[in-house]
């Protein structure tokens, strides 16, 4: 599974900076799901080797503009790429009027099926190899989080062990992967005797806006990856005099490390922090005081900087793609 930040601003996109949106990508490096989708999500995209054939599902955390407002042209650009698949679209229900009023002013005639439903109301949703299901968060309004549960992988052959038996590479191999017996020199071979348990899923988190951080301690129970709004640091929140309904990188991570969840990602900065250390406050700031009440992996995210999340539930980065050419290779 990988994770693509498009966008990791708070409020307004800076120069270097778009508003919220983030891609969650798959062990096959091809299907992927979005949080969010601020205004210029789709020009993110063209930056990144995603597409839009390809999208599974869009998860809206909230109705505010920077969380939202790239939806109508991500939609119609879906449509003129030649996507025919059904499209799930899962929104506060607040939303769901703008969004087809949206697309019919603007005669924008999707050729594929838009499935709308209610973040509200949403039981476990799935698709492919992922289950995602909500957690409610605490904003200036209803807020939600996204948890996307990797599915169990299937069993796999005890190598070492089919060889020390006698058993050849070819056919019977196959058939035991499958779960099923085989006759070999005489005997009746049982697969449970040659299997290792499936790998298990993994878990990642992705938050919208939020002030209290401890309302996620069940869903973090088991989570490989927290993706939380760190928008303020303590000092920059206390000359605004008011946190907006939003988390200090501090409250996160002191969060984080009592939880026990092994990597944290923080985004959604707010565009007083500079990216040149020499000036402040600097993200440098935000990045400090969250190390110092966190021992995990820690990450603040950058615009089209991806990380891959191993199998032994270490976070690494992948090549930031505004640099490089992307990873296309499956690393799963």
Known sequence: MDLLFLGTSAGAPTKTRNVSATAI?????????????????????????????????????HVHGDHCFGLPG????????????PLDLILPAALHGWVRQSLAVSESHLPFELRLHAVETLGPWRSGTLEVGTVELSHRVPCHGYVFTEADTEPRLDTERLLAAGIPRGPLWGRLARQHSVEHDG?????ADYLLAGLPGRRIIVCGDNDQPGLLADAAQGADVLVHE?????????????????????????FAETAGVPNLVLTHFSARFQDNPQRRPSIDDVRQEAAAH????LALAADLQRYH????????????????????????
């Not at 939609?75 to 698949?85: D, I, K, N, P, Y």
């Not at 008011?242 to 988390?247: I, K, L, M, V």
């Open 294 to 297: 966190y021992n995990g992996r």
């Open 74 to 85: 991500l939609l119609a650009s879906a449509g003129m790429s030649g996507r025919t698949e």
């Open 25 to 61: 990508i798959e062990a096959s490096g091809k299907a992927w799901h979005l949080v969010d989708c601020g205004e210029g999500t789709q020009h993110q995209l063209l930056h990144s080797p995603l597409s839009v054939r390809d999208l599974r599902g869009i998860f809206i955390t």
């Open 230 to 254: 760190a928008t303020f640091t303590q000092s920059v929140l206390a000359r605004a005099q008011s946190t907006y309904g939003h988390s200090t990188a501090a409250a996160v991570a002191k």
């Open 309 to 332: 999340l191993a199998r032994d539930g270490g976070l690494v980065p992948v090549e930031t793609l505004a640099q490089a050419p992307a990873q296309q290779a499956d690393r799963s």
């Open 187 to 191: 005997r009746l071979i049982d697969p």
